[in-house]
Structure formats: structure tokens, C-alpha cells
């Protein structure tokens, strides 16, 4: 089936670590995204993918690392720099970068710090 | 930025009632999505509606650009429609990226 995966589902930070949420695409988008989630509130951009090899800053990228080498692959790096991580992060594609396409999401991860 | 404000925050229905979730932005918009948040946390896409009218099912969606604001009409209403309801809209020349409102959190209760 095509779709996006995320893993782990649930993920556990110790003080100043830095951890790699995955996510993972077959449905041949070129564009891919990370969403920050807080209890209560709508989702927040993180960074944005357009392409293979390049990315581009969203509304609260710092304390936050990410890299696109394949086209289905788009792992994000919480960095010990992000002083308050824990949250419900999602990520998400689409099928281009180009304006008025819908973006599909994948099931999430839950961070939580120890 | 671009200001996305959805009403009303909570809802509570019994089962069969009708409802309309309202959502309200700021400035000019290429797309508009609703979105269902389930309470698992998946989010799926209900409609694409930038303008106009569209349904599915027991679904329908109005936006009207030109007055900036979005409908999301729910009929006969199940237990399963429980969760929160989002709209999320990019703003003109955004290069597809989506600001979402704090959104509607609905309970459907038998």
C-alpha cells in the first residue's frame, strides 16, 4: 500500500541527546514536510523539502536538523539545543512543491523527555 | 503572518445531530484543506477546497475566498466523527506550505 511511514511511535529523550525521528515515503512525492504538535494545538513547520538535496527553514526550525538524501526519506534530528522537544510530530508529503497541492500525513511520533 | 482562527473551540453533539465547524483567515489564500484528527492522532485529509462547495458523503465543505472564510458541515453525526476537526490554508505565493488553526475539538456521544 502506498503511504507515509513514521517510527518509533513513541520516543524517550534523555537530557542534551540528540534524537532521529523517521519518516519514510512510497508515493513518489517530491515534496516532504515536519510538523511540531503541542497538546491543544494546531501543527506548527519545522522544515520543508521541496526537492532531493535541498530544504528550506519553516516557522520554528531551531533546536531542529533535517536532511534529504533520497527522494522517499526524510529524517529530522532533535537536537540538544531544542530545550523543550516534547511534543507529537508528524510529518507529510506531497505530490509537488508547487502551490494547491494537498499534503497527506503520516501516523506520528510521540517525544518525550526523561 | 497569515491569522487562522476556527469556531467553535469544543462541541459536544448526541449522535444524529447536524453541526457547522467555521474557519476564518486572514489574508488571501491559494488552498485550503479540513482535516480530521483522530484520537490517535492521524490526521486525514477530508477536503481540498479552495473555493466553492464540495461533499462527500455526510461531509460537505463551502469556502467563499473572497469574504475569508471556510465551512465544514457535519449531518447525522456519529460517534466515529469524535476527534479534532483542523482547516490549515496557504497563504498566496506560499509555495504549498500549510498554517493550520488551533482547530475544533468535537465529542459525539451516544
Known amino acids: 500500500d502506498g503511504g507515509i511511514t513514521q517510527s518509533p511511535k513513541y520516543l524517550f529523550r534523555k537530557e542534551g541527546q540528540n534524537v532521529t525521528l523517521s519518516c519514510e515515503q512510497n508515493?513518489?512525492?517530491?515534496?516532504m514536510y515536519w510538523y511540531r504538535q503541542d497538546p491543544g494545538q494546531g501543527l506548527r513547520l519545522i522544515y520543508y523539502?521541496?526537492?532531493?538535496?535541498?530544504?528550506q527553514k519553516g516557522d520554528i526550525a531551531e533546536g531542529y536538523s533535517v536532511s534529504r538524501e533520497k527522494k522517499e526519506s526524510f529524517p529530522l534530528t532533535v537536537t540538544s539545543a531544542q530545550k523543550n522537544p516534547t511534543a507529537f510530530y508528524l510529518c507529510?508529503?506531497?505530490?509537488?512543491?508547487?502551490?494547491?497541492?494537498?499534503?497527506?500525513f503520516g501516523p506520528g511520533t510521540r517525544l518525550l523527555v526523561l | 503572518g497569515i491569522q487562522v482562527e476556527q469556531s467553535p473551540p469544543d462541541l459536544i453533539l448526541q449522535e444524529g445531530a447536524n453541526s457547522t465547524l467555521r474557519c476564518n483567515f486572514s489574508?488571501?489564500?491559494?488552498?485550503l484543506q479540513w482535516f480530521h484528527q483522530n484520537p490517535w492522532g492521524q490526521l486525514i485529509n477530508l477536503f481540498y477546497?479552495?473555493?466553492g462547495t464540495k461533499q462527500n458523503g455526510r461531509l460537505s465543505a463551502t469556502t467563499v475566498a473572497t469574504e475569508r472564510y471556510s465551512l465544514l458541515y457535519i449531518s447525522s453525526s456519529q460517534t466515529t466523527d469524535s476527534g479534532v476537526y483542523f482547516c490549515?490554508?496557504?497563504?498566496?505565493?506560499?509555495?504549498?506550505?500549510?498554517?493550520f488553526g488551533t482547530g475544533t475539538q468535537l465529542k459525539v456521544e451516544l
Open positions: 489574508d488571501s489564500v491559494n488552498n
Open positions: 508515493l513518489n512525492h517530491d515534496a
Open positions: 477546497i479552495p473555493s
Open positions: 507529510a508529503s506531497s505530490g509537488t512543491s508547487v502551490s494547491q497541492e494537498t499534503q497527506y
Open positions: 523539502s521541496q526537492i532531493v538535496n535541498d530544504f
Open positions: 490549515a490554508v496557504e497563504l498566496a505565493g506560499g509555495g504549498n506550505k500549510l498554517t
